[in-house]
């Protein structure tokens, strides 16, 4: 069974700060990896999308990278704002299931 | 366009009530559906899975079952509610080569 892991758990930046947040997952045979950012009592907001045969993709701010073989992606935000506070969650999707992390809750202090 | 509707967006239920949750899609045809749960401050737990009509997968034995009736159409149900079935429930559809879409999910608080 896939297992996804995020890393760190909770993060708190102040504005302006350029930051990472880690996905890595054990079963390397996936079809896509999907970032979300969920706002407290909120459901999912999608950001960015890699197909299994991407190595990254870049929206605004943005960019999430794959490493499959190695079974890591990373979420760059680049310039953050307090507006990024929220909890990032990665789902990695296989042939049938689909799969998350707990997330990591970012807060950007003003 | 592709949509997905869920409802209702709040429920209170007693404890020993039944259950019934809705999830159905438009835009799209033969999609995966998913049922997930998340506890308070916690991830999403993957509680069901369906990858055609009639073909249910369920990750953890529990209170709760689930039903694909129609091929755009995932219900969660359950006979009798416990405390421990309070949460978040979030509904999701993908076709695995494309991004997966969220319902805007169920706040289920039992009492």
């Known amino acids: 069974k896939q297992e996804v892991t995020q890393i760190p758990a909770a993060l708190s930046v102040p504005e302006g700060e350029n930051l990472v947040l880690n996905c890595s997952f054990t079963d390397s045979a996936i079809y896509n990896l999907q970032w979300f950012r969920q706002d407290p009592g909120k459901g999912l907001t999608s950001l960015l999308l890699i197909q299994s045969s991407q190595r990254e993709q870049t929206s605004g701010r943005l960019n999430a990278s794959l490493d499959k073989s190695s079974g890591r992606s990373t979420l760059y935000i680049a310039a953050s704002q307090p507006g990024d506070s929220a909890t990032y969650l990665c789902?990695?999707?296989?042939?049938?299931?689909?799969?998350f992390g707990a997330g990591t809750r970012l807060t950007v202090k003003p | 366009s592709q949509t997905i509707h869920q409802w209702p967006a709040t429920l209170v239920q007693p404890v020993g009530s039944p259950l019934s949750l809705e999830c159905t899609v438009e835009g799209t045809s033969n999609p995966n559906l998913y049922w997930y749960r998340q506890a308070a401050g916690r991830g999403l737990q993957l509680l069901f899975y369906?990858?055609?009509?009639?073909?249910i997968s369920s990750e953890v034995p529990q209170n709760l079952s689930a039903s694909r009736p129609q091929d755009r159409q995932f219900i969660l149900s359950s006979k009798k509610l416990l405390l421990s079935d309070s949460g978040f429930y979030l509904c999701a559809w993908s076709t695995g080569l494309a991004e997966a879409f969220f319902g805007q999910g169920t706040r289920l608080t039992v009492v």
């Open positions: 789902a990695v999707i296989g042939n049938n299931d689909m799969r």
């Open positions: 369906s990858v055609g009509i009639g073909q």
